[in-house]
């Protein structure tokens, strides 16, 4: 059911598709436990392991590379999940890749 989740929400970016032009975000309500489990999917199916941001009492923030930007998936403690998905700036002479 979560990869069901995790693969609805991270289409809906358009994290399988070609590059995008800005940033993408999508809300959803969730529980703060799944919402963390939903990180640990989405880093073992992309093969990245995530980048802490936030983690304190009241959210969890991480950052995952993907093939064409990043992706960050915040958790709240307020049941809520915020996905965002943001192109590589290239003009910085940046990439997704390793």
């Known amino acids: 059911m979560r990869a069901l989740v995790v ?3 991270l289409s809906t970016l358009g994290i399988f ?3 995008a032009e800005e ?3 999508r809300v959803a309500a969730m529980p703060y436990s799944e919402c963390l489990s939903i990180i640990a999917e989405t880093a073992q199916e992309m093969g ?3 980048v802490q941001l936030v ?3 009241e959210e969890t923030t991480v950052r995952i590379n993907a093939s064409d930007g990043f992706v960050t998936v915040s958790c709240s403690r ?3 999940i915020v996905l965002t998905k943001s192109p590589v700036p290239e003009a910085a002479g940046m990439t997704a890749a390793r």
């Open 7 to 9: 693969a609805s929400l």
């Open 17 to 19: 598709s070609a590059h």
């Open 78 to 80: 307020a049941d809520k």
């Open 48 to 50: 990245e392991a995530p």
């Open 55 to 57: 983690n304190n009492d």
């Open 23 to 25: 940033a993408n975000t």
